[in-house]
Nanobody, 123 residues
Framework: QVQLVESGGALVQAGDSLRLSCAASGRTFSTYTMAWFRQAPGKERDFVAA????????VLADSVKGRFTMSSDGAKGTVYLQMNSLKPEDTAVYYC????????????????WGQGTQVTVSS
């Protein structure tokens, strides 16, 4: 099993920056890719970003390209989502996920999920 714990969510204003963290523990050696998804009230869970633990392969959703960056620290077992120029439409619960396949946007590719952290961007 792999346990994922997200942190860093907050209430911020439009244009602000925020960094989310996801700490992985347990059988992390069994995973290859980490990802971030987000879910706004009444909407489906959407892909945000994914990265291999080595950091050599990354994928970003078009909606966040140029504003968000995902990075990994394998030694710490932690991945980060740096979010800049935040917009009200970025408001959502952000979930961390882990999987054994190469980075991708399909949530069914991921086997483990965290509990989520709330990000609220006010206008």
């Amino acid at each position: 099993q792999v346990q994922l714990v997200e942190s860093g969510g907050a209430l911020v204003q439009a244009g602000d920056s925020l960094r989310l963290s996801c700490a992985a523990s347990g059988r992390t050696f069994s995973t290859y890719t980490m990802a971030w998804f987000r879910q706004a009230p009444g909407k489906e869970r959407d892909f945000v970003a994914a990265i291999s633990w080595s950091g050599t392969s990354t994928v970003l959703a078009d909606s966040v390209k140029g504003r968000f960056t995902m990075s990994s620290d394998g030694a710490k077992g932690t991945v980060y989502l740096q979010m800049n120029s935040l917009k009200p439409e970025d408001t959502a619960v952000y979930y961390c996920a882990a999987g054994v396949r190469r980075p991708g946007s399909n949530p069914h590719m991921y086997d483990y999920w965290g509990q989520g952290t709330q990000v609220t961007v006010s206008s």
